[in-house]
């Protein structure tokens, strides 16, 4: 919860009377914040939403691993549990997991014999394509119901928070197809 000049607490997501918001949102990270944290949550359910309808085996940490794989190419387990923020055994455990159900391959490191390096398989290149496709279409849909202003603004502040967080970003690519009615 914010608070306004006087100190008393504000609702989230309330201008402070009299002043103007975008300053208001400058000197309230409390408000930053709690936006932050709301679009968090919903996309949070887009993503538990998409593996729901395309694969739901998989768990959210799962489909990183895969997404990383994916973007990354072949990694060794550490450079894995490193882009993951998780210790080598926690990521051993989910590339067990996702070995056993098709999606992963290890291979020993021809350079040190001694070292993994870890691959996406054909149909887990194929399962991460679906689950971003759904996710890519539900976000499209929700992002085509915002005004063009509001959609500029939007970019400048993901594109800040995500460089802030050191996340690569993700190119920019056209809506997949629609799925065609059955005849």
Do not use: C
């Not at 694969?55 to 990694?75: F, I």
Request: aromatic share 0%; no cysteine; proline share 9%.
């Amino acid at each position: 919860m914010g608070h306004d000049a006087h100190g008393a607490p504000r609702q989230a997501g309330a201008a402070a009377p009299g002043s103007d918001l975008d300053h208001d949102l400058d000197h309230d990270v409390d408000e930053v914040i709690a936006a932050v944290l709301t679009a968090s949550r919903l996309l949070v359910a887009i993503s538990a939403r998409a593996l729901g309808r395309t694969a739901p085996s998989l768990t959210l940490p799962q489909l990183r691993a895969l997404v990383v794989l994916d973007s990354q190419g072949p990694v060794k387990l550490a450079a894995l549990a490193g882009a993951l923020g998780v210790n080598p055994s926690t990521a051993m455990r989910m590339v067990d997991r996702l070995e056993a159900a098709g999606s992963v391959t290890r291979q020993a490191n021809p350079g040190n014999r001694r070292e993994v390096v870890l691959s996406l398989t054909e149909p887990g290149r194929a399962l991460v394509e679906e689950v971003l496709a759904a996710r890519h279409t539900e976000i499209a849909a929700l992002v085509s119901r915002l005004p063009a202003g509001e959609r500029a603004g939007l970019v400048r502040s993901l594109r800040a928070l995500t460089d802030a967080a050191g996340e690569p970003p993700v190119a920019p690519r056209p809506a997949p197809p629609p799925e065609s009615a059955a005849p």
